[in-house]
């Protein structure tokens, strides 16, 4: 599976932003979602999203983010509001084809995404 995703850039601090990710190739990824990566931290999950919509959340995201899929176009979004600086990261998507895979950071990862959220 290939992943690219689209979104990122600067953005200030309260504001919105999407970030998605098309998966192409050799198809049946059944959880999609992202991580992140913020300098000098460890990866973090933020979100995923099942096949059959069932989603997760990190704690420090609930509330402000949102993901989806769209099934046909194999893409997945992640729809941030009430942005903080401390979200600012690379943001990686990621494709598996189980959940327990996907929590495991195995599977298929995109090249990631910088995102900066200014004060």
């Known amino acids: 599976v290939q992943l690219q995703a689209f979104g990122g850039g600067l953005v200030q601090a309260g504001g919105s932003l999407r970030l998605s990710c098309a998966a192409s190739?050799?198809?049946?990824?059944?959880?999609m979602g992202w991580y992140r990566q913020a300098p000098g931290k460890q990866r973090e999950l933020v979100a995923d999203?099942?096949?059959?919509?069932?989603?997760d959340y990190a704690d420090s995201v609930k509330d402000r983010f949102t993901i989806s899929r769209d099934n046909d176009k194999n893409t997945v979004y992640l729809q941030m509001n009430s942005l903080k600086p401390e979200d600012t990261a690379v943001y990686y998507c990621?494709?598996?084809?189980?959940?327990?895979?996907?929590?495991?950071?195995?599977?298929?990862w995109g090249q990631g995404t910088q995102f900066t959220v200014s004060s």
């Open positions: 990621v494709a598996a084809l189980t959940l327990g895979q996907f929590m495991a950071g195995k599977g298929s």
């Open positions: 190739g050799d198809l049946f990824s059944n959880v």
């Open positions: 999203i099942t096949r059959g919509y069932q989603t």
